[in-house]
Each structure stands twice: as structure tokens, then as C-alpha cells.
């Protein structure tokens, strides 16, 4: 296992967002990194209605208002922080989590 740089501390400002390509169990991912507030958040790119990506492939996973992380295709509104979806087809169900570990040098994910 090793690790892969996402960002460095100042790279983000609250509320953009950096998409990033990893493997999982031998699969190839996309996923993106929030960053908000007080801490930084990743999540795979895939709705939890149908496993399509976010953002239309255009980078764009907030809602017009920057509250809200929402897929484009059905507008399924997930919760920034927890990633869990407050409105849409899939209510109650969460982004599949990438847990980040988070350092002086930057952000990082474990890959493999």
C-alpha cells in the first residue's frame, strides 16, 4: 500500500472542490475532495441512485447556493460533511467515503 498526494493545505479554498483518479481493490476510481470549513472531506465520485458521477464530468458538485454537494443527472442533495443524501431518489443513503489522512505537507489517501 502507498500514499497519494490529493492537495497541499493551501491549494483549496472552502467550498472548491479537485477531482482525483485512485484504485481500489485493483479498480479504477474517480473521486473528489471538499474542502470546507475546518476539514477536509473525500468521496467517490458515484450517486448512490444509479452509479453515474456527480458532476457530468465538469467538475461542479455544489448546488448553485454552495450548501450542498448534488448529482446532476437526478438531483440527488447530499450533506457536504457526512455526505448523506437529504433529498432525492436515494434519501437516506451516503456518498461512499474515502478516508484521507491530513498533514502538514497536505492531503493524502492510501492507494494501492
Known amino acids: 500500500m502507498s500514499r497519494q498526494q490529493l492537495a497541499k493545505l493551501d491549494q483549496l479554498s472552502?467550498?472548491?472542490?479537485?477531482?482525483?483518479?485512485?484504485?481500489?481493490?485493483?479498480?479504477?476510481r474517480e473521486g473528489f475532495l471538499v474542502r470546507l470549513k475546518?476539514?477536509?472531506?473525500a468521496y467517490e465520485n458515484?450517486?448512490?441512485?444509479?452509479?453515474i458521477s456527480l458532476d457530468f464530468d465538469n467538475g461542479e458538485f455544489f448546488t448553485q447556493d454552495g450548501k450542498y454537494l448534488f448529482c446532476?443527472?437526478?438531483?440527488?442533495?447530499?450533506?457536504?460533511d457526512t455526505g448523506l443524501c437529504v433529498h432525492g431518489p436515494c434519501k437516506g443513503a451516503n456518498l461512499f467515503s474515502i478516508p484521507l489522512e491530513i498533514g502538514e505537507s497536505g492531503?493524502?489517501?492510501?492507494?494501492?
Not at 458515484?46 to 452509479?51: D, K, P
Open 38 to 41: 475546518d476539514t477536509w472531506v
Open 72 to 80: 446532476q443527472t437526478h438531483g440527488a442533495v447530499y450533506e457536504p
Open 14 to 28: 472552502t467550498g472548491q472542490t479537485l477531482k482525483f483518479n485512485y484504485r481500489q481493490n485493483g479498480v479504477p
Open 107 to 112: 492531503v493524502w489517501i492510501d492507494v494501492e
Open 46 to 51: 458515484r450517486c448512490r441512485h444509479i452509479a
